[in-house]
């Protein structure tokens, strides 16, 4: 087990701190008890959909391992776009209110799936002709804040990071690689807690050997100075226009014209 700090969500600088650290953060009071249970819903929902279309066996991370894909389309994940808890943070760590949300997703694990091996979700995109600069020299360009929906144990497959590692230019290490310390470097939290991640972080999930599925929502969001091609699917112009104003400024790029 890993042992973190849960930062309350009132305390934005000491989150802050702890993200540039170990380039994530787990922050508890990001939803309110309604706002958990719609999204919990929501999750539910698509999951059943999801897996009665695509056998385990399919699954498009793995064996019983799912990515939701875009989802910003449904009320469930747009709630999380503009949370007043989460957004001090990120204006924090960037010093500024000008990113962007470039979309909402999130993972599953169902019952059966093994442990995946540690990654990055950031693939270099710097090609420096001298082999000098590499995106991990950067500051922070693309976070994403994964939110809870059960309770992360061991035994149902909770994620593990490897904190310090966002900058790291070391090889990730392959399972068989992989030393002790790595694979018990996992997030216990209840359900409804934020981790705030720096994408490039190396983090992995764990063997999911409950009888639940082991689900985490999502919403990304993308540094003041660094955009990506495209953006998911993009959102109805009839949905974007019953957002808020502060939503409407992070979705701008996403609306679909």
């Known amino acids: 087990m890993l042992d973190i700090e849960v930062v309350p969500c009132a305390e934005a600088d000491r989150a802050a701190a702890v993200f540039q650290r170990d380039g994530f953060v787990a922050v508890s009071g990001a939803l309110t008890p309604g706002q958990l249970a719609f999204a919990q819903a929501g999750a539910k929902r698509v999951i059943a959909e999801q897996m009665a279309a695509i056998p385990l066996e ?9 990515s939701f894909g875009p989802q910003v389309h449904h009320p469930e994940w747009l ?38 091996p540690l990654h990055s979700d950031m693939r270099d995109f710097l090609k420096d002709p001298l082999g000098q600069a590499t995106c991990r020299d950067l500051p922070t360009p693309f976070i994403v804040v994964n939110f809870l929906m059960v309770d992360f144990k061991e035994v149902n497959g909770a994620i593990r990071f490897v904190p310090g590692t966002q900058r790291s230019r070391h090889p990730i290490p392959t399972l068989e690689e992989e030393p002790e310390r790595m694979r018990r470097s996992i997030v216990f939290a209840p359900a409804g807690t934020a981790i ?3 994408v490039r972080c190396w983090h992995g999930g764990t063997a999911n050997c409950s009888d639940e599925v082991r689900p985490m929502t999502s919403a990304g969001y993308l540094a003041p100075w660094f955009r990506l091609p495209q953006y998911g699917d993009p959102l109805p112009r009839s949905l974007y226009e019953t957002l808020s104003p502060r939503a409407k400024e992070l979705c701008r790029f996403m609306v679909k014209i």
């Open 58 to 66: 399919k699954a498009n991370r793995g064996f019983a391992r799912y």
């Open 79 to 116: 709630q999380l776009v503009d949370l007043p808890t989460v957004l001090p943070i990120l204006d924090r760590v960037w010093g500024s209110s000008d990113y962007i949300c470039m979309g909402a997703g999130g993972d599953y694990s169902a019952p059966g799936a093994k442990m995946q």
């Open 196 to 198: 705030v991640r720096d």
